[in-house]
């Protein structure tokens, strides 16, 4: 195979293995559901829990794992995430083409995934594109369709997405200490989607931040402390030097933080980005993952008085106009 041909191949399967940005249609389920989405999931605890007791999913990680549910119908979902691990975590929805799904995942993609990456971190270009040459040709119908952002160890997050029926994987690619990534070590997940629109999640936004490729993030709201709705709204999508295409991650900033540690952890394709230890001075709260343009996601936060960041997981965010900062008060 010519080198050409290999760096083609190997460019667009990063780019689908890190980002998932197959030019799919955009999805437009929300706009159905959006007119439906008419209470408040920030009242009280009693009301809320009661509202939306069917539509919360529950996902865990105890050390190196997703434990939750193996199957559900396909419509809205609010999936709460308990990060009760020591490491930085976040759990994207990847969409499997038909009749694929973990085994082949594990038998195909995790081997020559990771030889890859480690030679990228090596520096040794032509070996990555060999290690990713082995990849198959049904990876570049995996679309990844959201999920929870980056969420810091002993933290719980919440996000709700919207899932068509198929099979999904479930991933988390943050970096061990040594380079290795979290899907390799099991926060790799199978879970099945029905066909059955039965989930009608009642989220009302308190604020809403729009992300596109052209003005980055946009988000201009006072925002007040307390239990907070984001909805997210993707418009033009872009694939970053980093194969990536962007998505939104809720940041607590202590005063004093190294901001420019944090855009430069952003970046996987940095030898210690994405890895762990995340940077000093920052805790993440959620967020939402990259989804196609058009798409719409929502998170929930607690918020007190301070400083917080919004940021994309990609390379230098703040020249993107991917990092924002805002203040509650
Ligand atoms: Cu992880």
Request: proline residues 4%; hydrophobic residues 35%; negative net charge.
């Amino acid at each position: 195979m010519k080198i050409s041909k290999i760096t083609k191949i190997c460019t667009r399967v990063l780019l689908l293995i890190f980002i998932g940005s197959v030019t799919l249609a955009c999805q437009d389920k929300e706009k159905k559901d959006e007119t439906e989405m008419d209470k408040d999931l920030t009242e009280s605890t009693a009301e809320q829990s009661e509202k939306t007791k069917s539509a919360v999913v529950d996902i865990t990680t105890n050390a190196m794992e997703f434990k939750t549910k193996d199957e559900l119908p396909s419509g809205w979902h609010t999936f709460r995430y308990k990060n009760k691990s020591n490491e930085t975590h976040f759990v994207l929805f990847e969409k499997y083409p038909e009749g694929r799904g973990l085994e082949d995942a594990q038998a195909d993609l995790t081997g020559p995934f990771q030889e890859g990456m480690n030679a990228i971190i090596a520096g040794d270009q032509e070996a990555a594109n060999t290690a990713f040459s082995k990849l198959p040709e049904w990876f570049q119908e995996v679309e990844f369709t959201g999920g929870v952002g980056l969420t810091s160890a002993q933290t719980t997050s919440e996000s709700t997405i919207y899932l068509e029926p198929g099979t999904y994987l479930m991933e988390c690619y943050v970096k061990m200490p040594n380079g290795v990534f979290h899907s390799v070590q099991g926060m790799f997940k199978e879970i099945q989607v029905t066909q059955a629109d039965s989930s009608k999640v009642e989220v009302t936004e308190d604020y809403t931040i729009s992300i596109d490729a052209v003005n980055g993030i946009t988000f201009n709201e006072k925002v007040t402390p307390g239990e907070k709705i984001f909805k997210v709204e993707f418009g033009e999508q872009k694939v970053h030097e980093n194969f990536v295409k962007h998505d939104v991650n809720l940041v607590w900033v202590d005063q004093g933080a190294d901001m420019a540690a944090l855009n430069s952890w952003m970046n996987w394709a940095n030898p210690k980005g994405l890895q762990t230890p995340a940077p000093q001075g920052f805790k993440f709260l959620g967020g939402m993952q990259e989804m196609n343009a058009g798409g719409t996601g929502y998170f929930k936060a607690d918020l007190r008085p301070g400083t917080y960041a919004l940021v994309s997981e990609v390379p230098d965010p703040q020249s993107k106009g991917l990092l924002k900062t805002f203040t509650v008060k």
